[in-house]
């Protein structure tokens, strides 16, 4: 699995997916194309999905928001005769990488989240409409949308067969939401996932696995009179029309390096590193939201959340061993500022949503990157509002102090704004100077008093802002000392320390998904019963079920 | 390692650890017999441990509570010259299997949990007195205390080695500690953890990392002072003396079965189970806590939860095959309930307090065991309050209904007491009801007005207070057919799968680290950047990094 895998796509593209728009209800056909893994030495028959599906799904996710708002429910249909979706793809999964099966997962979970905040931040809501075996991956497809809808037949159920027949986990989620969201009680939950044929029909609302069991001779028109019904009583703001993505200009360099318009990647194998340079405004702010809808995909706050976005992605599956991403920006913080403003001070209308929402996952996403990640603030740097909680994701952050010789950029500052407190919460819910500062929420207070000011090193420093100050005489050796040190650490125990300290205190389902879910799946990815040649992964399709070494650890 | 692991001590076998008693204050001193390794093959140098040191802190800890209760301030010191503490002896994992490892982190969890829970529950505060190093599980046991105190002098510092030396995460809550109890800022903890000679005096008070910093010179008697001020200022009722616990009954019989006064555990080596059978009082309760105290150990309630936390802890760590543990009770629900109510009526009594509070921790270490767990409601069964716990404990309960031919004993039922509602509160602090009925309280409500009633299978069924409720015809077949299935799946699936679905919703700092780090760790225990033959564990002491696959996952 060596070839680049791209993130960018479009709907003219799709292999897998297509959607039929009809005024504020859009039908969303799940209908994988057999013969378009991403990879060779697999079929996704039945629906089953790679991370090319995947892939798919997440822009149609993504469009649906900025190209479709008058979109107010989203129903997922299968465009197959008996099958809803299978889920996952086996044999993909019992020929990857521990890697790719791991960033697959990472990737699918947040792509299931964006159903979910469709809703919470923009008022689209997923209904599933259920016909067929809806099984695994599928199931956790369902699952993510908050309405699950099932014909009650004798061939459609639900179900979470991974522990009995693949020896893993539903990763994509199912452990947590059958609990935690559609709140299934424990000891039903325990039946349920070590059922291997699932769960059908009344029970299956009995047990809250779905919302809804109708009879296959009207199941088409409850479904649709259900989608009409979200559709009216929606609190989403009528939006005629929207803005369209356009493709990213990107540049991949042949030593891995990546140009975009506005975010420049540089990769330097030898070190195992990759440093993102983010550039500020070229231009001013428009005037205002109208004037930033003409600008639509060019805008600079929206073309930059797409750019890094789709950076983060790229280097997450396709460069696993640059251990560490470095984070700089050089930008006149003044007009950075200004553009974040525009959003800020007309945070109703719809298309600054969406930006600001869009941000949130951005950086939501660069949480839970799993590499060590430390931002530079150097001279002529434009860490301002949303650029500043970058600060507050990375493991540590390092400002230059006074000037340097011979450098004449403006001198580093920092800038908070009203976006640093509480706009862009963290999937535990508090915003990054909370996490950061748990347990003192009085220095969150003392930071936000000084809101608006340019801060340089010294005041930085006092506020707690970034983990160290270092003035010309320091900055070299230390960064890189840092840099050499962190890049010789085993990347497996700096995996596991960084999923603990990023996030402080208190979890939501969001981050029980991330960081015990996904642990637990990650150990149980690396154990012989799983992955082993007699591992049930491995048997998978051959008729005999895994051998497994019995020992409880 | 195939000896049988005894969980059973008391002060006259410690090895490792001595105890001066001063009034209210206890000096217990950590000096390791570098001879008194558990297992061979390693020497417990420079205070280091292995499950070994640690079945006689946890013995030190109980009896402190029973037998000690005048102590309101115990102060952790250490014996060496050099050296506070190096931590889990990293011979002994690296010769250790992976099962063993896990379990001796879940062991040293629990014990560490105990010293914060002696202070919540009993009002004995644990104080870390540290001079010399302090590092890796030196510094958890540290963390564990409520108040740290360090020398500030050159040889002094606390420090979690373990991401950079070992490749393995801190796996005795340190991380989360860290932040989650200390407030450690989060960028300067990845400092922390990632700096292998870790932090010193003033500094280590700034980040937070100890709570005082004291010149050598005035060391011991800052630390007297404390200890005093600490114990004059505590909560903690005065108590004149404990009781003693006296040596468990229990018979090991040679096909591994476990014999106590009142719990019988017959292990199945074929089916691969342990079956605990509880057996109900045989005496009457005594009349109140005056009576209650005066059978001490002989207790009842007492000596039932000793029983019972034994078998649990022997099952882990000596029966790793068995991979279901069925629990049933036998005995009169009456005399049951009327032992609990003794402890009920007066709660502040100093013992019923400390009876309680202790089944509080044996209910929990039932939930985080890494087996599936099932309950046998059967005819003639006792199932009442604390025993009922159980029933809300295990993954699934199945209870007989109506009478079964040619069974003459009391029909089965389950009684709630106010114990059900509040008083064993799980990891998450739900009680096992709220943890249960997650999303739905009413069901909590509802339940809670059938308290004290003798519940027969169909109105337990309608509470939803089992799984699944059973008739002579089905009786035998489901079971039998669960018991065979649950036997044939991964063992490591189902430790994930259950690990998720035991605890719902809300997470506490134990449930962070019993979940989230433990789960990393498990993961990183199983890379073979830690574990394998160029592995960090393998190659340490030789003067050898280990040599690291680079690719991040």
């Not at 039945?46 to 979109?71: C, K, T, W």
């Not at 599933?128 to 956790?140: L, N, W």
């Not at 699952?143 to 991974?162: F, G, R, Y």
């Not at 109208?290 to 930059?304: I, N, P």
Request: hydrophobic share 40%.
């Amino acid at each position: 699995m060596s070839k680049v895998i791209d993130f960018q796509t479009d709907p003219s593209k799709y292999r897998h997916w297509r959607i039929e728009y009809d005024g504020p209800v859009a039908n969303l056909f799940m209908d994988v194309d057999e013969d378009g893994g991403l990879f060779d030495g697999y079929q996704l028959k039945l629906n089953s999905y790679d991370l090319g599906v995947d892939i798919e799904l997440a822009d149609v996710v993504q469009r649906m928001r900025f190209e479709h708002p008058e979109v107010k429910v989203v129903v997922l249909r299968s465009a197959k005769e008996k099958v809803f979706c299978a889920g996952a793809n086996i044999r993909m999964l019992g020929g990857a990488a521990h890697s790719h099966k791991v960033n697959f997962c990472k990737f699918t979970n947040e792509t299931r989240n964006t159903f979910e905040a469709a809703e919470a931040d923009s008022g689209q809501k997923y209904i599933a409409a259920v016909k067929g075996a809806c099984a695994g991956g599928g199931y956790e497809l369902a699952l993510a949308c908050n309405h699950i809808m099932l014909t009650d037949d004798s061939s459609s159920s639900v179900a979470l067969p991974e522990v009995p027949l693949l020896a893993v986990l539903p990763g994509t989620g199912g452990l947590t939401r059958v609990t935690d969201k559609r709140k299934v009680r424990r000891d039903l939950a325990d039946v349920f996932c070590s059922t291997e044929e699932g769960v059908k029909g009344k029970r299956a609302v009995t047990w809250k696995l779905v919302d809804e069991a109708i009879a296959n001779s009207k199941f088409d028109e409850t479904v649709e009179a259900r989608a009409r019904e979200f559709a009216a009583s929606s609190a989403k703001v009528d939006v005629a029309s929207g803005i369209s993505l356009g493709p990213l200009r990107r540049v991949i360099e042949p030593d891995g390096s990546l140009r975009y318009s506005l975010v420049e990647v540089l990769v330097d194998r030898d070190a195992r590193r990759a440093t993102l340079t983010i550039g500020g405004p070229e231009t001013d702010a428009p005037d205002d939201m109208v004037a930033f809808e003409a600008q639509g995909d060019q805008s600079y706050m929206l073309r930059l959340a797409r750019e890094l976005d789709d950076a983060i992605l790229h280097l997450r599956l396709n460069e696993a061993e640059l251990g560490l991403l470095v984070f700089r920006s050089q930008g006149d913080p003044i007009k950075m500022a200004a553009h974040e403003a525009v959003l800020m001070a007309d945070p109703d209308h719809w298309l600054a949503n969406e930006v600001l929402k869009y941000w949130k996952r951005v950086l939501k996403r660069i949480d839970v990157t799993s590499r060590s990640m430390v931002a530079l603030v150097e001279h002529g740097s434009c860490f301002v509002g949303v650029l500043a909680e970058i600060l507050f994701s990375v493991d540590r952050s390092y400002m230059m102090e006074d000037e340097f010789e011979g450098d004449n950029r403006p001198i580093a500052t920092v800038t908070l704004t009203a976006a640093n407190f509480g706009l862009f919460p963290m999937g535990n819910d508090l915003s990054r100077l909370q996490n950061r500062f748990y347990g003192t929420p009085e220095a969150v207070d003392t930071a936000q008093g000084h809101m608006g000011e340019a801060l340089e090193a010294a005041e930085v420093n006092d506020l707690g802002l970034v983990t160290m100050i270092l003035d010309d005489i320091d900055w070299d050796d230390e960064i890189r000392i840092f840099m050499e040190e962190r890049a010789s650490f085993s990347p497996d125990a700096m995996t596991g320390m960084e999923a603990n300290l990023r996030f402080v205190g208190p979890e939501t389902m969001e981050t029980r998904i991330f960081g015990r879910l996904t642990a637990w799946q990650n150990w149980i990815f690396n154990r012989p019963n799983a992955v082993g040649a007699e591992g049930a992964l491995q048997r998978y399709g051959t008729g005999v079920r895994g051998n497994y070494d019995m020992e409880r650890v």
